[in-house]
């Protein structure tokens, strides 16, 4: 499925967006957030050295309904935070696409990372447009299904090279190396590896080429 990063900007009249804003060196990094039709709760880690003045203009907010500080030091707080409002969560809801935690916000900018069929994608782009979210597709990588594509040796093999260390840089494992510990000849490793690696490559970048056409006709 595709693996897709977008840079979300938030509209003006979303508290975070707006209090981001205020802020704009403070990062936000949302560490996990809920929400259902008439409200969302989240816990944030606030950045900023006004950390004061952040938690005051969170709670001055009439979308926020709730902020609880469960932890301050001299660089950050944590925060669960509670909004009548979780407009932000409402386009990843209703497409039905799940968004990788933690996610931070910067001066009224979100960015997100999202894994999704790209029907889910089709599905998000229209909710966001409905909200009035305006987004940037930063990038897109197709993410390879070994199962289908690799051979039940090929991805041993590969497995054991990895592990083994053949693929570092500097390399920890020689060919001769995997060869003996796997108890295989040189030509037969060698031969399996390069034909993995030829399939990887080619499906990686013919994948991600798809991937890109589709995703960027929907959303």
């Known amino acids: 499925m595709p693996r897709a990063e977008l840079t979300i900007t938030i509209p003006d009249d979303v508290w975070i967006g707006a209090v981001s804003r205020s802020y704009p060196s403070a990062t936000f990094r949302v560490l996990t957030a809920f929400a259902d039709e008439e409200s969302g709760v989240a816990l944030v ?3 900023t050295e006004e950390q004061t003045e952040v938690v005051a203009d969170l709670v001055g907010r009439d979308a926020v ?3 609880d500080v469960l932890h301050r030091d001299d660089e950050e707080l944590l925060a669960r ?4 409002e979780p407009l932000l969560l409402f386009p990843l809801r209703k497409s039905g696409v799940p968004l990788s935690f933690p996610f ?3 001066d009224g ?3 997100w990372e999202l894994t999704a069929p790209n ?7 229209d909710q966001l447009e409905a909200f009035g979210i305006q987004f940037t597709v930063e990038s897109i990588r197709q993410r390879l299904e070994f199962d289908r594509l690799l051979t039940e040796r090929q991805q041993q093999l590969l497995t054991a090279a990895v592990e083994r260390g053949y693929y570092d840089t500097p ?5 001769t190396e995997l060869a003996d510990a796997l108890g295989m000849a040189k030509s037969t490793v060698s031969e399996t590896l390069h034909r993995a690696e ?4 080619k499906e990686f970048i013919a994948g991600d080429e798809r991937a890109s056409e589709r995703i960027e006709g929907v959303v």
């Open 109 to 111: 900018e979100a960015a």
């Open 171 to 175: 390399r920890d494992c020689s060919l």
């Open 65 to 67: 309904t709730d902020v």
């Open 119 to 125: 029907d889910r994608f089709a599905a998000l782009g």
């Open 104 to 106: 931070a916000i910067t």
């Open 198 to 201: 030829e399939r990887v490559i």
């Open 45 to 47: 880690e606030v950045t």
């Open 81 to 84: 935070i509670e909004t009548a």
